[in-house]
């Protein structure tokens, strides 16, 4: 119990504490005017009274988020010569955890902190995470030991597990943010299991674009672990397409990136229609840009889903933008399938002008072939004629030629024949 001089001291600061808003400086003058010196003397605060005094600054200073004077004085209001109710002095431990941690005194913030803890019965889960927490933080000193930050993560994961558990015994499943914390403590401990584990329940009970990303980034990582079965990898594979489809099909795909990834994702796993689609829809959209590695992936996944005549437009902006004439020469084999032979000749030209191709002997040869379908044998001589010059089109220009000669021969018989 206070005696009357303190506790009218006490009243004033805590009507101080108390108004709208709280005149905390002038609370902490008077409280800081008190004489603390250990004299007996009705007027001079005894033992208990300089731990409530204490206890009162060390809270005013800890509400204006002064930490380390509000460590000072909690730890003040601890060493004083009495007893304080057992549920006061746990809750102090427990502050001057919290504070060390703020001031990132982690080691000694357990001290306290395990304090508080083992005297507790039904301690709440809040607190066990963030003791958990406190552990995790303390292991990640680069001085300490192996052993040490191994003991470290045990604890916490310890930790952890014993709030979820108190959650589960109360038909809860706790909180996302400690799933995400003990995650983490298995991945330090490169326990892959478990954080494929703990990321499906994320993923179940939070669904959220980051897990499916980050779900879909760790089994991109498990398929390319060295060690594993063809068929192991290829189902690694298939869950990381699995995870980005959830993820698009709930229109939680909104980035470049995320959008030219599922695509690419599902070209590789051959739903060609759904990836020329998706690119499709992010271009139009501009989300994406007209790049020439879009264009080729749009552009591929329509040839891949057989739909000829919507590649032809993105390969030919995809043409138009590169250096060299490669697309041209894919664009001219593309018209070729679909009888274009006009474009297929023209993009062939195409070809030739920009040059700095592979097989420019072999873009002759194509356009040759179009003229030949088109009967315009003397184009098509003349550029057969030049594919000669290359040895590696030698045989192949020949034959075509000796065509040629045999296919006029025929038209001339035919016609002779007619005109009997």
Do not use: C
Request: aromatic share 12%; charged share 30%.
């Amino acid at each position: 119990m206070l005696r009357e001089r303190q506790y009218k001291i006490y009243q004033e600061v805590l009507e101080l504490m108390n108004s709208e808003p709280p005149l905390y400086d002038q609370a902490l003058e008077i409280l800081l005017n008190v004489d603390y010196t250990r004299k007996k003397s009705s007027r001079l605060p005894n033992e208990y009274e300089r731990s409530v005094f204490f206890n009162t600054i060390a809270n005013i200073y800890r509400a204006q988020e002064n930490h380390q004077k509000a460590l000072e004085y909690f730890l003040l209001s601890l060493d004083q010569d009495v007893e304080l109710p057992y549920e006061l002095e746990d809750n102090i431990n427990f502050i001057i955890g919290q504070l060390n941690f703020i001031l990132t005194n982690y080691e000694e913030a357990l001290v306290y902190l395990n304090k508080w803890r083992v005297v507790q019965i039904n301690p709440p889960s809040n607190n066990i995470i963030f003791i958990a927490n406190v552990y995790y933080s303390a292991a990640q000193n680069d001085s300490l030991s192996e052993v040490k930050k191994k003991e470290y993560y045990l604890n916490a994961i310890d930790l952890v597990k014993q709030a979820i558990a108190q959650e589960n015994a109360q038909g809860n499943i706790g909180k996302e943010n400690w799933y995400l914390l003990l995650r983490v403590l298995y991945f330090e401990f490169n326990d892959k299991d478990k954080v494929l584990e703990l990321s499906e329940f994320l993923i179940s009970n939070w669904p959220k674009k980051l897990y499916y990303l980050e779900f879909s980034g760790v089994y991109a990582g498990e398929a390319a672990e060295t060690g594993i079965s063809e068929e192991e990898a290829r189902e690694f594979e298939v869950k990381q397409m699995v995870a980005m489809e959830l993820a698009h099909r709930q229109k939680m795909l909104t980035e470049p990136r995320e959008l030219e990834s599922i695509s690419q994702l599902f070209l590789y796993h051959e739903v060609p229609y759904k990836s020329a689609k998706t690119m499709a829809s992010a271009l139009n959209r501009r989300i994406s840009k007209e790049s020439i590695e879009n264009l080729d992936l749009l552009a591929y996944g329509y040839l891949e889903a057989k739909e000829f005549e919507r590649a032809i437009r993105p390969l030919t902006k995809a043409a138009e933008l590169a250096d060299d004439g490669e697309r041209y020469m894919r664009l001219a084999n593309l018209h070729l399938q679909i009888d274009n032979y006009t474009d297929a000749a023209e993009a062939i030209d195409k070809t030739l002008v920009k040059g700095n191709i592979d097989r420019p002997d072999l873009a002759r040869v194509i356009k040759g072939q179009a003229y030949v379908i088109l009967t315009r044998f003397d184009e098509a001589r003349a550029v057969f004629d030049e594919a000669l010059k290359d040895e590696r089109s030698e045989e192949t220009a020949l034959m075509w030629l000796r065509y040629i000669n045999n296919e006029e021969k025929r038209i001339k018989d035919i016609r002779e024949y007619l005109k009997e």
